[in-house]
């Protein structure tokens, strides 16, 4: 049932639909968890990527000290792309595309909102919409030949059947007191259905609420932090709200905290449920509100999950994902962003390691002009300092040159591995 359905009994639930046999049978159940289970044996892969992700975000840093005001945002795109390198499984998957991130609060209608923009007619896989708190898995969904879906958990990839797939995203805690989504780190379905247009440039991805009601506090916060770590990686963000809240503080505090570079699109969802007077006024306030907080943003509109319709004439949803589509070859090619990572702090180096040296000089020829004592010995002081300096610069770039030389050993071992 979708969030769109009218509510139905439990007696009606079970005459209508067909009966799941996950839910049914607690053996195939218990056989799907086993499946599902993480090994926490660690393979030699991901063994591969944590040196990588430690060595970009701990060991490079170490040699960055010197460096001035560049540090915080070389800090930044070094922890993107370690974590990019973490999800090294799909790094083939994604290679050539954008991802396109969906967020929002729970019952926003994101995985209802991925379903319009798919041809799902003769779709047999469509993203549940009725998922609750415990059991919202983040989802990718990629363009592919055929339908099929896929589980990453604990290292490893594990095929599903459709049953599966809806047993473990709707009413398996429900039954058995067990939701994946602690140990299973991502779904991805591949369709044939996917926008022709965008097929081979853009991936979605469905992630969780980051706010859920009726848990505690701690689960709150660790379920905000799952969907915080998933759009890390994205290129595009579309924020849903509802057409009955808007934007709220707690969307404006997520996506101060995960914006990317590119304008982020917001859609008022579930635009059908009131006129479009009231959509406008809705639509103009949350563009007051944007602009007020400084937030990037592409546009902001009305839109119908259930009717696959954009209100008030803007058409933004289909330009956004247009201009997704045009970035998409720049993106996901790991190698090459790490070549111009690795490449743009190596001539930071060199910036720095030239103007210490001049600065060294220059102070060397005042000492040496000097007649004043107390000048002598003040610039002196700072001729040492300086000195210092330049010294920790050739020592740390020796030491960055070497690292890179380890990273990239390491990224090549986990490309050709497995």
């Known amino acids: 049932m979708g969030i769109w359905d009218d509510p139905l009994d439990d007696e009606e639930i079970l005459n209508s639909e067909p009966e799941n046999p996950y839910l049914a049978d607690p053996k195939k159940g218990m056989e799907l968890i086993a499946k599902l289970l993480p090994n926490h044996q660690k393979n030699s892969a991901d063994n591969v990527a944590r040196r990588l992700d430690d060595m970009l975000d701990n060991e490079i840093l170490t040699t960055l000290k010197d460096f001035g005001g560049n ?3 070389l800090n930044r795109r070094l922890m ?21 991130g969906i967020v929002g609060r729970f019952s926003a209608g994101k995985s209802g909102f991925i379903n319009s923009l798919l041809n ?13 708190p415990t059991t919202s898995i983040p989802t990718y969904i990629v363009g592919g030949d055929n339908e099929k879906i896929q589980a990453y958990s604990g290292g490893r990839t594990t095929d599903l059947d459709l049953d599966a797939m809806q047993a473990m995203t709707h009413r398996f805690y429900e039954e058995y007191g067990i939701g ?3 140990f299973v780190g991502n779904l991805v379905i591949y369709t044939p259905f996917f926008p022709s247009q965008q097929k081979n440039r853009i991936v979605f991805l469905d992630t969780p609420g980051y706010n859920k009601p009726d848990i505690d506090a701690r689960e709150n916060m660790t379920d905000e ?4 770590q998933q759009v890390k990686a994205a290129d595009f963000l579309i924020l849903l709200v509802t057409v009955d809240d808007g934007i709220v503080d707690k969307d404006i505090d997520f996506i101060s905290r995960v914006a990317t570079k590119n304008p982020l699109l917001v859609v008022v969802n579930k635009a059908d449920r009131k006129p479009e007077s009231d959509c406008r006024a809705i639509v103009e306030n949350g563009r007051r509100i944007l602009t ?7 546009g902001i509109t009305a839109y119908s999950s259930h009717n696959g319709k954009e209100y008030l004439g803007q058409n933004l949803v289909e330009k956004f994902l247009a201009y997704a589509s045009q970035q998409s070859a720049q993106n996901h090619d790991v190698k090459a962003e790490l070549n111009s990572l690795t490449k743009f702090i190596d001539d930071d180096f060199d910036k720095e390691i030239h103007a210490a040296e ?3 000089k220059d102070l060397g020829n005042d000492i040496y002009q000097a007649t004043d004592i107390r000048a002598i010995n003040s610039l002196s002081h700072i001729y040492g300092r300086v000195c210092q300096k330049y010294g920790r610069l050739r020592g740390n770039r020796k030491k960055f040159n070497n690292i890179v030389g380890k990273i990239s050993a390491n990224f090549s071992e986990l490309m050709h591995g497995e």
């Open 292 to 298: 007020d907080k400084g937030i990037n943003f592409f």
């Open 358 to 360: 001049k600065r060294r």
């Open 120 to 132: 799902t007619s003769d779709a047999r896989i469509v993203l549940p919409e009725d998922q609750n």
């Open 225 to 228: 932090h799952i969907a915080e």
């Open 80 to 100: 993107k792309l370690s974590d990019k390198i973490m999800e090294y499984k799909k790094i083939r998957l994604l290679s050539g595309k954008s991802i396109v």
């Open 180 to 182: 994946f989504s602690r």
């Open 71 to 73: 540090t915080i945002a």
